[in-house]
């Protein structure tokens, strides 16, 4: 008696666990697709900043010349730099393909990150590397055009850090998205990446 | 009584520190913690930030707690903790002490817990040592230098790092 009611049980389990399983995918499986179709689409769009050496860069910048953007800001200990690092070796190694992008360094933190600061702190990297920032509303145009994540975390005393997109953006010619390059990723994928966006555009 | 041992520890390493000098010791060793692979990373110019890391071993039967870090080269220093979220980069200040195990290790490294200096003080130069005074709930304040590395580097190096030897008690 006891032992039929266990298998019961059990059986009832089996089915419960399968149902949640069932309807969890349900709901989350549709979603993503739909989400980065959308993403894809909408991305992109006017914005006017000023980069490093003071000259005004709007999004006609992007057009004609495959292009890697990323966002970040000076305040950041390890990703932004690292990033930075990279993304110099990479143009190294690259050699003539280099020059056939165009490479951008947007900052999330405008308040901080002011033209004559990104002009020093980019000396340290390769300089076909371009600095942007702005207003904060012009960053914001940008940010926001992007589908970037960029938001304050306020610590005490008035300083705050700043959460935000880490991957690298890789836009074609027609500033279409073509993929990303992802913090820590492989470095040779990455070079591979980026030689394919320089010769396929 | 048990005190007056520790503090006899603490007099004769004082006096080790003195003769061997920071620069030499890679690895600082205080009674059952000893600080490993301390380093930083070289700061771009007018940055305002730099992250600093070492492993903290704890060789004895009780753990222990870092509590707080300090140093002269920064306005403020944090454990900071990063983690990525679906490629979102997410910093925090640490809430509270970050418990070092018995027999265990606590590790700051790139992608993880840090040391966080903000408002520097003069930028972290490659070749340089950054002094740091860790604050422990029992071990007290011990006092550290990070190898200041390349601006890229991934690691503390050959040279400057945990070459194992320095037990030379």
């Given at each position: 008696m006891s032992g039929i009611r266990i298998v019961r049980y059990a059986a009832w389990s089996v089915l419960a666990l399968v149902l949640i399983s069932a309807s969890v995918v349900f709901w989350q499986w549709p979603d993503n697709p739909r989400i980065e179709r959308v993403a894809v689409n909408a991305f992109g769009g006017p914005f006017t900043l000023t980069d490093q050496r003071g000259n005004t860069v709007t999004e006609a910048a992007l057009k004609?010349?495959?292009?890697?953007?990323?966002?970040?800001?000076t305040f950041c200990p390890d990703v932004c730099p690292t990033t930075l690092v990279e993304m110099s070796m990479w143009l190294e190694k690259l050699g003539p393909d280099a020059d056939k992008l165009g490479v951008y360094f947007v900052t999330v933190d405008p308040e901080r990150d002011t033209q004559e600061l990104l002009a020093e702190y980019l000396t340290a990297f390769d300089p076909r590397i371009t600095g942007l920032t702005g207003t904060p509303e012009a960053v914001g145009e940008i940010i926001e055009a992007y589908r970037v994540y960029a938001e304050k975390t306020?610590?005490?005393?008035?300083?705050?850090?700043?959460?935000?997109?880490?991957?690298?953006?890789?836009?074609?010619?027609?500033?279409?998205?073509?993929?990303?390059?992802?913090?820590?990723?492989d470095p040779d994928t990455a070079l591979a990446k980026l030689k394919r966006l320089a010769n396929n555009s | 009584m048990f005190?007056?041992?520790i503090s006899a520890v603490c007099v004769w390493l004082m006096v080790v520190a003195a003769h061997t000098g920071p620069s030499s010791a890679s690895s600082e060793k205080i009674e059952?913690?000893?600080?490993?692979?301390?380093?930083?990373?070289?700061?771009?110019?007018?940055?305002?930030?730099?992250?600093?890391?070492?492993?903290?071993?704890?060789?004895?039967?009780?753990p222990d707690m870092l509590v707080g870090v300090q140093s002269p080269i920064a306005g403020r220093v944090e454990i900071h903790e990063m983690r990525m979220e679906s490629n979102i980069m997410i910093m925090r200040p640490v809430d509270g002490a970050l418990e070092i195990p018995a027999g265990g290790a606590l590790t700051l490294a790139p992608g993880g817990l840090h040391i966080m200096f903000m408002g520097l003080n003069q930028p972290f130069a490659e070749g340089s040592k950054v002094p740091v005074t860790l604050h422990f709930d029992k071990a007290g304040e011990v006092e550290t230098f990070l190898d200041v590395m390349h601006l890229g580097a991934t690691g503390p190096g050959q040279k400057t790092g945990s070459g194992g030897h320095g037990h030379g008690q």
């Open positions: 004609g010349q495959p292009s890697a953007l990323f966002f970040g800001y306020p610590l005490d005393d008035g300083d705050y850090l700043m959460d935000h997109t880490s991957s690298i953006y890789l836009l074609d010619s027609d500033t279409a998205f073509t993929g990303t390059i992802s913090y820590q990723e | 005190r007056g041992i059952t913690l000893s600080i490993t692979r301390p380093w930083a990373r070289a700061t771009p110019p007018r940055a305002q930030a730099a992250g600093g890391y070492l492993t903290i071993e704890n060789s004895g039967a009780a």
